[in-house]
């Protein structure tokens, strides 16, 4: 069974300060998603990494991934209280028939940006 | 583009009683799935659709959780009947064809219907 573990789990930064969330996942995929979510409101897609040392960067947002160390990050520059909210990472897993992906959730690291 | 439509927004309901909840997907989007999010945790797949075929059921709880797409369009899941441990949001996302080319897995998710059982 794929575990998709993130840390931390709470983030309390203040205004332009530099942080990386990580993402750790147990079983080889080359498929992982970042997704923000604010509370009370649904999932926003962040990012789409589909090879080995993709990199997207969006804003103060840069996400990465390697396959190898089956570890995805999520660097944050420069904070911003607009970027308070919970961010999830999700691997998608093809299953043993390769009919059929799964994806399956981190538990979400809640960030707090501070003025 | 309109987006992925669920309702209600919110429900309470006592434990025993029944509810079902609706989604609409982005239209022209085969695949469907219902997720399971209780608070403080990420979303847990309960029902993966494509068309109006089942692809993933496997953490469905059958005995009291069903759900349908009889026309490949919207769905329904329904809780009969509830039980306290069901109190969560319930998230309807989709996505095109699992398998089309174009197809990157990134899901498109709904405001979500939350659930409140007493």
């Known amino acids: 069974e794929l575990k998709v573990e993130q840390n931390p789990l709470f983030l309390s930064m203040q205004e332009g300060k530099n942080y990386t969330i990580y993402c750790n996942y147990s079983t080889t995929s080359d498929r992982l998603y970042w997704y923000r979510q604010d509370p009370g409101k649904s999932l926003e897609s962040l990012f789409v990494l589909l090879s080995n040392g993709a990199v997207k960067q969006e804003g103060r947002l840069m996400a990465s991934l390697d396959t190898k160390a089956r570890l995805s990050t999520l660097h944050i520059t420069a904070a911003v209280h607009d970027l308070s909210a919970t961010y999830f990472c999700?691997?998608?897993?093809?299953?043993?028939?390769?009919?059929?992906?799964?994806?399956?959730f981190g538990k979400g690291t809640l960030l707090t940006v501070n003025p | 583009e309109a987006g992925v439509a669920q309702s209600p927004r919110y429900k309470i309901i006592e434990k025993r009683q029944s509810v079902a909840f609706w989604c609409n997907p982005i239209?022209?989007?085969?695949?469907l799935y219902w997720y399971q999010q209780i608070l403080g945790q990420g979303p847990k797949l309960l029902i993966q659709?494509?068309?109006?075929?089942?692809?993933?059921d496997s953490q469905l709880p059958k005995d009291r959780f069903s759900a349908e797409r009889l026309k490949g369009v919207d769905s329904t899941l329904k809780i009969q009947p509830a039980k306290l441990e069901d109190s969560a949001v319930y998230l309807c996302a989709s996505s095109p064809h699992l398998f089309l080319g174009t197809n990157t897995g990134e899901l498109f998710f709904g405001e979500g219907s939350r659930l409140t059982v007493l």
């Open positions: 239209s022209g989007h085969a695949t």
């Open positions: 659709f494509q068309n109006n075929g089942v692809v993933d």
């Open positions: 999700a691997v998608d897993l093809l299953n043993s028939g390769g009919s059929n992906y799964k994806l399956t």
